[in-house]
C-alpha cells in the first residue's frame, strides 16, 4: 500500500472550514484514498473515499489532484464535536483479489477545534 | 441497526487468565476484523474473516484465536492472557473486503 504523510496537528475556529491535508506520492492508480477519523477513545468512524474525481458526502469533501499525489480533506463547518485525530489511508478496492483488507493507520493529523 | 457492537467494554484480567471478547454486527456484513490500539501508536490487525466458517491471520495473531460459526458474530478469545495484551481492542464489519469499515466502541483490557 501506499504510504501517506499528514501534518501531526492542526488547529481550526469553530465554524470555519477545516482543510486537512495528505501527501500520497507513491499512489497507485487502482488505489483509493480512504479518510476516517478517531474521536478520543471511541473507535475509528469512516468519513469519506475518492479515486480521482472530488467527493462530498454529508460529514465532508474530498479533493484529490488531478496527479492524484495528494488529497485534501474538508470540513466545511468546523464544530468543537469534530476535534479528533483524522487518518488518511490509500488502499486497493473492493475486488482486488485475496488479502485481509487491512487498514493501516499512521499517527493522522489530531484537528483541535477551537471555540 | 445498532451497528457494530462490542462487549465488554472494559475488562481487567490476571495473567494466565482467558476470556472472550464479543463482537456482532447487524449489517449483514460478511467481512468483520479484530483490532488492538497500544497508546501513541496506529491499529494492527489481529484477525480477520470474509465470511461465516473463514478465518486468517492478520500482522500480530500470536495469544489470540478467533472462529466465526454465523455472519453476525465475530468472538476473540484469548487463551492465556499477558501483560503485553493490554490494550484496547476494536472489531470491524464491511460488506466485502475492501468496502469502508465500521468499528465498534471498543474494549479496553488491562492484564495485571
Known amino acids: 500500500d501506499a504510504k501517506t504523510t499528514q501534518p501531526p496537528s492542526m488547529d481550526c475556529a469553530e465554524g470555519r472550514a477545516a482543510n486537512l491535508p495528505c501527501n500520497h506520492s507513491?499512489?497507485?492508480?487502482?488505489?483509493?484514498v480512504y479518510w476516517y477519523r478517531q474521536i478520543h477513545s471511541q473507535g475509528p468512524q469512516y468519513i469519506i473515499h475518492?479515486?480521482?474525481n472530488n467527493e462530498t458526502n454529508e460529514m465532508a469533501s474530498l479533493i484529490i489532484t488531478e496527479d492524484r499525489k495528494s488529497s485534501t480533506l474538508i470540513l466545511p463547518h468546523a464544530t468543537l464535536r469534530d476535534t479528533a485525530v483524522y487518518y488518511c489511508?490509500?488502499?486497493?478496492?473492493?475486488?482486488?483479489?485475496?488479502?485481509?483488507?487491512?487498514?493501516?493507520f499512521g499517527k493522522g493529523t489530531k484537528l483541535s477545534v477551537i471555540p | 441497526n445498532a451497528g457494530v457492537t462490542q462487549t465488554p467494554k472494559f475488562q481487567v484480567l490476571k495473567t494466565g487468565q482467558s476470556m472472550t471478547l464479543q463482537c456482532a454486527q447487524d449489517?449483514?456484513?460478511?467481512?468483520m476484523s479484530w483490532y488492538r490500539q497500544d497508546p501513541g501508536m496506529g491499529l494492527r490487525l489481529i484477525h480477520y474473516?470474509?465470511?461465516?466458517?473463514?478465518?486468517d491471520q492478520g500482522e500480530v495473531p500470536n495469544g489470540y484465536n478467533v472462529s466465526r460459526s454465523t455472519t453476525e458474530d465475530f468472538p476473540l478469545r484469548l487463551l492465556s492472557a499477558a501483560p503485553s495484551q493490554t490494550s484496547v481492542y476494536f472489531c470491524?464489519?464491511?460488506?466485502?473486503?475492501?468496502?469502508?469499515?465500521?468499528f465498534g466502541p471498543g474494549t479496553r483490557l488491562t492484564v495485571t
Open positions: 470491524a464489519s464491511s460488506y466485502d473486503r475492501g468496502y469502508e469499515q465500521y
Open positions: 489511508i490509500v488502499r486497493v478496492t473492493a475486488n482486488s483479489g485475496a488479502g485481509s483488507y487491512q487498514l493501516t
Open positions: 507513491t499512489i497507485s492508480g487502482n488505489e483509493y
Open positions: 449489517m449483514n456484513h460478511e467481512y
Open positions: 474473516s470474509v465470511g461465516a466458517g473463514i478465518t
Open positions: 475518492g479515486l480521482k
